[in-house]
């Protein structure tokens, strides 16, 4: 039987898959991801809502209200070393992705705000690269949208790289209570993609007295979406793991809690 909070990709077709806050069953955090032919475009009208535009592989173009913004985007894999193309839309644009070559987009939504937003190219050299972890915990992080970055109102956008035989997002972690600034709430979904594509990966999410506990077995391509609780995930053996998260919430700020019976790993040698 297939969890809930796992929403299961299109192996073929245009929409690789869709989550919405009313299929999520919560408020802010939306996400879609696009697979579109060199030719082909993709028309969205933000509305009431933010977006931030993740050139995940190939190279697009990118028109918002009649100004083009072309050739963003230089990745073959997501697993390349290389920060992602990316743009920040305010709510009340007409965007069209003119897929330059073979391209997957995705598309990062939450509610806009009542603060004024401008158009954003976010220049992957100015993404924030980092490393998280050691030894079979170490993985790497790219910050698209973080939320020190004033560009939007409420989405936060990162990338992780978490090698074959790796965990991550562990020691488990939440961000399910709004208690600044001991802890933030943010919903969050993960967009995973498997190299080789024919693998897979675990994911785990529980809250402390086990109300929600459901552990997740993902595929390329596969969504896992994270209401509340603690959400580690594990890569197998030969089988790096790549995940695109998207956060929003009331308030733009992430502070997580660890979960106390796994935390004495942080202070271990």
Same mark, same amino acid.
């Given at each position: 039987?297939?969890?809930?909070?796992?929403?299961?990709?299109?192996?073929?077709?245009? %929409?690789?898959? /869709?989550?919405?806050?009313?299929?999520?069953?919560?408020?802010?955090?939306?996400?879609?991801?696009?697979?579109?032919?060199?030719?082909?475009? %993709?028309?969205? /009208?933000?509305?009431?809502?933010?977006?931030?535009?993740?050139?995940?592989?190939?190279?697009?173009?990118?028109?918002?209200?009649?100004?083009?913004?072309?050739?963003?985007?230089?990745?073959?894999?997501?697993?390349?070393?290389?920060? &992602?193309?990316?743009?920040?839309?305010?709510? @009340?644009?007409?965007?069209?992705?003119?897929? *330059?070559?073979?391209? %997957?987009?995705?598309?990062?939504?939450?509610?806009?705000? $009542?603060?004024?937003?401008?158009?954003?190219?976010?220049?992957?050299?100015?993404?924030?690269?980092?490393?998280?972890?050691? @030894?079979? /915990?170490?993985?790497?992080?790219?910050?698209?949208? &973080?939320?020190?970055?004033?560009?939007?109102?409420?989405?936060?956008?990162?990338?992780?790289?978490? !090698?074959?035989?790796?965990?991550?997002?562990?020691?488990?972690?939440?961000?399910?209570?709004?208690?600044? !600034?001991?802890?933030?709430?943010? %919903?969050?979904?993960?967009?995973?993609?498997?190299?080789?594509?024919?693998?897979?990966?675990?994911?785990?999410?529980?809250?402390?007295?086990?109300?929600?506990?459901?552990?997740?077995?993902?595929? /390329?391509?596969?969504?896992?979406?994270?209401?509340?609780?603690?959400?580690?995930?594990?890569?197998?053996?030969?089988?790096?793991?790549?995940?695109?998260?998207?956060?929003? @919430?009331?308030?733009?700020?992430?502070?997580?809690? $660890?979960? &106390?019976?796994? *935390?004495?790993?942080?202070?271990?040698?």
């Amino acid at each position: 039987m297939v969890s809930p909070l796992l929403a299961k990709a299109a192996p073929t077709g245009r %929409e690789i898959v /869709n989550v919405t806050p009313e299929r999520a069953g919560w408020t802010h955090v939306g996400f879609r991801a696009v697979r579109l032919a060199e030719g082909e475009t %993709e028309s969205v /009208n933000t509305g009431t809502r933010e977006l931030c535009l993740v050139v995940l592989t190939g190279t697009v173009s990118v028109t918002i209200d009649g100004q083009t913004h072309a050739h963003l985007g230089t990745r073959k894999s997501v697993f390349e070393e290389v920060s &992602p193309a990316a743009v920040y839309v305010p709510a @009340g644009k007409t965007v069209v992705v003119l897929a *330059e070559t073979d391209a %997957e987009v995705g598309l990062c939504s939450a509610p806009a705000g $009542n603060t004024p937003h401008a158009v954003k190219v976010l220049d992957p050299a100015n993404m924030r690269r980092s490393v998280r972890g050691q @030894g079979t /915990n170490t993985r790497y992080v790219c910050d698209v949208l &973080p939320h020190d970055d004033p560009t939007a109102a409420h989405l936060l956008v990162v990338e992780v790289l978490t !090698p074959a035989s790796h965990s991550s997002s562990y020691p488990p972690h939440k961000h399910d209570i709004e208690q600044p !600034p001991v802890e933030t709430l943010l %919903e969050e979904t993960y967009y995973h993609r498997l190299n080789p594509p024919q693998g897979f990966a675990f994911q785990r999410v529980y809250t402390d007295d086990r109300s929600l506990d459901e552990a997740c077995a993902v595929e /390329n391509h596969d969504v896992v979406m994270v209401p509340r609780g603690y959400h580690p995930v594990v890569a197998p053996h030969g089988y790096d793991l790549y995940y695109l998260n998207v956060m929003a @919430g009331p308030n733009r700020f992430w502070v997580f809690k $660890n979960d &106390p019976a796994h *935390e004495w790993m942080l202070a271990a040698k």
